[in-house]
């Protein structure tokens, strides 16, 4: 069975640091894109992040750029996403999900996602 | 950065009806567009990819088509778990993939 846990959300003042991992099972990790996808309470989907499948290549959405860096370890089939200067509009529950390296844009599975709360 | 514009922002329906839901990018994406379900406290599901395929266990009442930078889901026949938030979501280009801002299919 497929299996994506999310862990490391939680509550952190403007400016703080927080580092998010996703813990993958069931699938052959180091086949699969990874991306991490947040979503604002009451909001719609946003990509902040994804990896390739040995974590050579990385995209960011541009509100995050600079401030979150997502990697990888696939020997312990985890996925992380470290997130500085944190702001008010970071709120939301960061999901990750993977995608196959044949269709990396096409996320097939998803975790339940983690919470992060940015205020003061 | 590309965007997807989704229309209507909500759609009532009565069950067992139809429904078109449309998606529009700025900019050409190919066929590179997905669809998804999200149903509220759940993670979003998988329906479509290249614009017209069905994911696995996807039932047939769902089609997608459209090309370029005009998207459709259509449901057919809608059932009571088929009302939801779907949401389209290129991939055209691996930089700046983006989400549309989702079509809410409520009970009419």
């Known amino acids: 069975e497929v299996q994506l846990v999310e862990s490391g959300g939680g509550l952190v003042q403007p400016g703080g640091s927080l580092r998010l991992s996703c813990a993958a099972s069931?699938?052959?990790?180091?086949?699969?894109?990874m991306h991490w996808v947040r979503q604002a309470p009451g909001k719609g989907l946003v990509c902040v992040s994804r990896?390739?499948?040995?974590?050579?290549?990385?995209s960011y959405a541009d509100s995050v750029r600079g401030r979150f860096t997502i990697s990888r370890d696939n020997a312990k089939n985890t996925l992380y996403l470290q997130m500085n200067s944190l702001r008010a509009e970071d709120t939301a529950l960061y999901y990750c999900a993977r995608a196959p390296e044949v269709s990396p844009g096409v996320i097939d599975y998803w975790g339940q996602g983690t919470l992060v709360t940015v205020s003061s | 950065e590309i965007v997807m514009t989704q229309s209507p922002a909500t759609l009532s329906v009565s069950p067992g009806e139809s429904a078109t839901l449309s998606c529009r990018a700025s900019?050409?994406?190919?066929?590179?567009l997905a669809w998804y379900q999200q149903k509220p406290g759940q993670t979003p599901r998988l329906l479509i990819y290249?614009?017209?395929t069905r994911a696995t266990g996807i039932p047939a009442r769902f089609s997608g088509s459209g090309s370029g930078t005009e998207f459709t889901l259509t449901i057919s026949s809608l059932q009571s778990e088929d009302f939801a938030v779907y949401y389209c979501?290129?991939?055209?280009?691996?930089?700046?993939?983006?989400f549309g801002q989702g079509t809410k299919v409520e009970v009419k």
């Open positions: 900019q050409s994406v190919s066929s590179n």
């Open positions: 290249g614009a017209s």
């Open positions: 069931g699938f052959t990790f180091s086949s699969y894109w």
């Open positions: 979501h290129h991939y055209n280009n691996w930089l700046t993939w983006t």
């Open positions: 990896i390739n499948s040995d974590g050579s290549s990385t």
